[in-house]
């Protein structure tokens, strides 16, 4: 049950009817005209994903490009600092499920994955398991990542592979209908001036530092900003703060022999 609201969750011998059930909880969720309720939508649809889904921690996370994304909720900070740090990384199975438009299943993170070598390396220190990564799409657009998780290791049946797919596409018409409704009722800028907009604006700044610092383009510029978290045990959020602040600084890297610059 949620918010009061049962779910009408049962299998038969031939197919699952669990991710029919979140289908049809989230379009009601969706078409909801109660504006009171609005803010607690990200919240209720980490509560039902985890309910259909059997998982023990949620995360939903949106998406315009790889380097710009926005958790815009998650159901424990376990998940937070899983999506913080692939984020940090760039490389994962919610960042490779968003890339690929393919859902990614980890039956054990505590097992070196050769797809994401540093993501397994420092996710093995996380209190969870399993980690699955559905992407969010609508009309041949991937728009974020539904993350799930559980505390023990495990994979997913076929049925829970179809239900994970069912809820995802439910959860990504619920985030298109709740990003419009939000805009509409609090305005652009509102939400523009959310902390998750914040943070990317930081990150944007401190790559144009870099770039500057380093004589380097963009892509060589996050990599260094990137490979520094990693080494320094921090997010991508904490050292463009640092670099934005001017506590932290680059010095370009001599010539080579010869007379060639390294960019970065």
């Not at 760039?90 to 490779?96: K, L």
């Not at 041949?140 to 990542?145: A, D, L, N, Y």
């Not at 829970?160 to 596409?169: C, F, M, N, Q, S």
Request: glycine share 8%; aromatic share 4%; net charge negative.
């Amino acid at each position: 049950m949620v918010h009061g609201k049962p779910l009408a969750v049962r299998r038969d011998d031939e197919v699952t009817q669990r991710g029919h059930a979140a289908q049809e909880f989230l379009a009601d969720m969706a078409a909801e005209e109660d504006a009171t309720s609005l803010a607690d939508i990200p919240a209720r649809v980490c509560v039902v994903c985890a309910e259909v889904l059997s998982v023990t921690d949620t995360a939903v996370m949106l998406m315009a490009h790889p380097d710009d994304r926005h958790t815009l909720q998650a159901s424990s900070m376990v998940m937070v600092e899983l999506e913080e740090l692939q984020y940090t990384l760039g490389e994962g199975p919610s960042m490779e499920a968003f890339a690929s438009g393919r859902p990614m299943i980890v039956p054990d993170i505590a097992v070196t994955d050769m797809r994401w070598p540093m993501f397994s390396s420092a996710a093995d220190r996380q209190d969870i398991r399993g980690v699955f990564g559905f992407p969010l799409q609508q009309g041949g657009v991937t728009i974020g990542v539904l993350s799930l998780a559980r505390r023990d290791p495990g994979g997913l049946t076929d049925d829970e592979r179809v239900d994970g797919l069912l809820t995802a596409d439910a959860v990504a018409l619920v985030m298109l209908r709740y990003l419009r409704d939000h805009d509409a009722a609090y305005g652009g800028t509102a939400h523009a001036a959310g902390a998750h907009m914040w943070d990317q604006m930081t990150i944007d700044q401190a790559i144009g530092m870099v770039m500057a610092q380093l004589h380097s383009d963009a892509t060589r510029a996050l990599t260094r900003l990137r490979a520094t978290a990693f080494a320094r045990g921090q997010s991508l959020t904490e050292i463009a703060g640092e670099m934005v602040n001017g506590a932290l600084r680059f010095d370009p890297e001599p010539p080579e022999p010869g007379g060639q610059h390294r960019p970065w």
